[in-house]
């Protein structure tokens, strides 16, 4: 991996709730494919992927968010985002709106999380800048990064492990990963789940807060803002010291400030 | 039966005020998920296993007009009495004709979530027969007047001590015994006496076989065969998709069951009934109910797979926090969130959104029902039916309009991000997000939109 990659043509396709809330963990993603010499774009039309709309049943407006992404995207070589559910409802739900869109076919295998961009696309092995880490660390595998996109052997299939966040951190030097107890149980976040079953919501994010703290950790690291979202309102609602930090927080070397 | 119009979300929000109970629900469910795995571990060919039972099942369903009349041949060939209900209602009837007809005054059942879904207990009491459960859960549950919480460990969400209360009112064991074996006893003592004086047995059917006209019944307390070899009469109630094509084939599934749903290799009994015993009547009844409309919509008829081992129940994390009891179909949990709005959306709607979409489920059942996706599914069929709250809906359809005009979207992003930090903290700790204990986001002073022209025009 020494090649620079000026020549694709790479998209950030930032979350809407990312755009808002987490401009940092965006910066870092961009500056990521920067370091590696990709040229990135971020193209300013772009808003929501839909996924609302499709968990709640709006079918019409799943579609028209799933229409507009694809002229939006269509062109580029790769979309790449920090989102592994995000990207998960482009690739593997977008079907049941535009299956037929010969653009979206052509778009669809195109389209990564940032951590598989890495891995499968710029096959990285070692970090654009060394970054040292020296913090012990709980991975929270998000569940549809984990399930739909397969970024790790879920703990109910009987498949040999892996584990991409495992196997990135590996070019942090000083990191020490850890691992909570029930190795993948959701953190109960769920999108308008989170307001429509607050209750239950809570209860299933206060018991995985309480797993990652158990590991000795002083940061939960994952690849998608959402679940790090929920899971940071907890923990400031309880005033634990366990902070939640993006994967790409850590391979800028910006982890700890955050 | 369950009451009606129970919502989820205020259910279990009333489940979780008592947090002890329900962290040992928690556990004491994870406890078997985790059963499962070790003996799923077991098994290398496990996910070929899976894989196998999943292409029976299919197949089996494609052709399921064929399989079910070579299984009625065979099966009356074998002098056993065959009925068809199309409905709950005439399943019932059906069952009443046969204890009438034979003057049956007392009907000793072993577990079977096919009569729960029909109300075959309720339906037969008013009509003066009186119906024991005799599967130890059942029982515990029928005596409290209470439906099952689970498919399968039916009285899950009680304590030992709360049946020991129970077994003290209602069979007079010593007050304060909380010990199992010693309340296990004294109920089997009390479920003896029923079967020796039932007029008839009734019992589920996991495996309905095409080829034999046998069905097979597995459970782990052998209650289905003290109530088949007592009394005179047996009758199997069998929904119309618990067929499989041949013998050879019911090892895939017993295999995948136990392990999946109490994670034990095997059922202590695997019971195969073929034909009555000397004198008796053996009838089957072979139930619609629905399934064959489910078996006509390209979105759900995957979940006419199942064969009801619970797994799915016990891996979700929302059920584990919630119990059976607060969803509103007779099955819970994600199973039952896509069977019972496939019955009736508007009553069960609500279910299919008591899922965070994680996907756990799908990974653990035996026959590879793509559940998490049957809910996200269903919620389409919840909005078109206009289920959805009217704050809810106005929402979304504002998303939908904000998704379409980037630029206002990004002006309420931002507006949302100057107003929300000053914002008196009596005025958001009450909303859905912060009253159950959880801050909102730290707001930032730019989205990444704005931070991105910035810097694009730094650079030039």
């Known amino acids: 991996m020494e090649t620079p990659h000026t020549a694709m043509k790479v998209a950030l396709f930032i979350p809407c709730f990312v755009n808002e809330l987490y401009p940092h963990v965006a910066m870092a993603t961009a500056e990521l494919l ?24 709006d079918s019409q407006g799943a579609c028209d968010a799933a229409r507009r992404f694809t002229a939006i995207f269509k062109d580029y070589d790769y979309i790449v985002s920090p989102s592994g559910s995000c990207v998960s409802h482009v690739k593997h739900h977008y079907p049941w709106y535009i299956a037929d869109d010969a653009d979206y076919q052509a778009m669809q295998p195109r389209v990564y999380e940032i951590v598989e961009f890495l891995q499968d696309v710029l096959k990285v092995d070692r970090l654009p800048k060394p970054v040292y880490f020296p913090h012990p660390v709980s991975i929270h595998q998000s569940c549809h990064g984990l399930r739909e996109l397969g970024h790790a052997a879920p703990s109910e299939l009987m498949i040999p492990y892996h584990s991409r966040l495992e196997r990135i951190l590996q070019l942090v030097d000083g990191v020490d990963v850890r691992l909570p107890e029930r190795r993948d149980e959701c953190c109960g976040f769920g999108g308008t789940f989170s307001v429509d079953e607050p209750e239950v919501s809570v209860a299933m994010g206060e018991d995985r807060v309480a797993q990652h703290e158990a590991t000795g950790a002083e940061f939960i690291v994952g690849a998608d803002p959402s679940c790090l979202m929920h899971m940071g309102g907890i923990i400031r609602h309880k005033c634990r010291p366990i902070r939640p930090l993006h994967i790409v927080e850590i391979l800028t070397g910006r982890g700890g400030a955050a | 039966m369950k009451q009606d119009n129970i919502n989820h979300a205020e259910a279990a929000a009333a489940f979780l005020q008592d947090r002890e109970q329900a962290r040992w629900h928690d556990s004491a469910i994870w406890w078997v998920r985790q059963k499962r795995d070790a003996q799923a571990k077991q098994l290398p060919e496990w996910e070929q296993l899976r894989a196998l039972a999943q292409q029976i099942k299919s197949h089996t369903l494609s052709r399921l007009d064929e399989y079910l009349t070579e299984f009625q041949t065979n099966a009356e060939r074998n002098g056993v009495t065959v009925h068809w209900a199309a409905d709950a209602d005439e399943h019932n009837r059906i069952v009443y004709g046969i204890l009438a007809a034979a003057n049956v005054k007392k009907l000793v059942k072993s577990k079977s979530m096919l009569t729960e879904e029909c109300g075959l207990n309720p339906y037969l009491e008013q009509r003066g027969i009186e119906v024991i459960d005799t599967d130890l859960g059942e029982r515990i549950v029928q005596l409290r007047h209470e439906p099952p919480s689970h498919i399968v460990m039916p009285a899950i969400h009680l304590k030992k001590e709360q049946i020991s209360e129970l077994f003290h009112k209602e069979l007079g064991t010593e007050a304060g015994n909380n010990d199992p074996t010693y309340l296990t006893h004294a109920a089997r003592a009390n479920l003896r006496e029923h079967f020796l004086t039932a007029g008839a047995g009734l019992t589920g059917v996991n495996f309905a076989i095409a080829e034999t006209g046998g069905v097979v019944v597995c459970t782990n307390e052998g209650n289905a065969d003290l109530g088949t070899a007592l009394p005179p009469i047996h009758i199997a109630s069998m929904g119309l998709e618990k067929i499989i094509p041949k013998q050879a084939h019911l090892g895939v599934f017993t295999r995948l069951l136990a392990r999946s749903a109490i994670g034990s290799p095997i059922t202590t009994y695997t019971s195969h009934f073929q034909q009555a015993r000397p004198g008796g009547e053996m009838h089957i009844v072979i139930v619609d109910n629905g399934r064959s409309d489910i078996l006509g919509s390209d979105d759900f008829s995957q979940s006419l797979r199942c064969i009801r081992c ?6 979700c994390p929302v059920y584990r926090r919630s119990t059976g009891h607060s969803y509103s179909y007779i099955i819970p949990g994600p199973i039952g969130s896509t069977l019972g709005p496939s019955r009736d959306i508007k009553k069960h709607g609500s279910m299919a959104f008591a899922c965070t979409t ?6 653990v059942c035996p026959v590879k029902i793509n559940l998490h996706e049957q809910l996200i599914l269903q919620r389409k069929r919840a909005f078109d039916a206009g289920t959805l709250k009217p704050v809810k809906k106005m929402g979304l359809l504002a998303m939908r309009f904000l998704t379409q005009h980037p630029s206002l979207l990004d002006a309420g992003g931002k507006l949302m991000r100057k107003v929300v930090p000053i914002l008196p903290v009596a005025l958001t700790q009450h909303s859905a997000w912060s009253r159950p204990g959880r801050e909102l986001p730290q707001m930032p002073a730019q989205s990444f939109k704005e931070m991105w022209q910035a810097r694009k025009e730094n650079k030039q």
Do not use: F, K, R
Request: glycine share 16%.
């Open chain 1, 34 to 57: 920067e370091g590696y010499g990709v040229e990135v774009d971020y193209p300013l039309a772009q808003s929501c992927c839909g996924q609302p709309a499709s968990n709640n049943g």
């Open chain 2, 310 to 315: 619970g797994a799915c129940m016990n891996t």
């Open chain 2, 358 to 363: 994680c996907g756990s489920c799908s990974n």
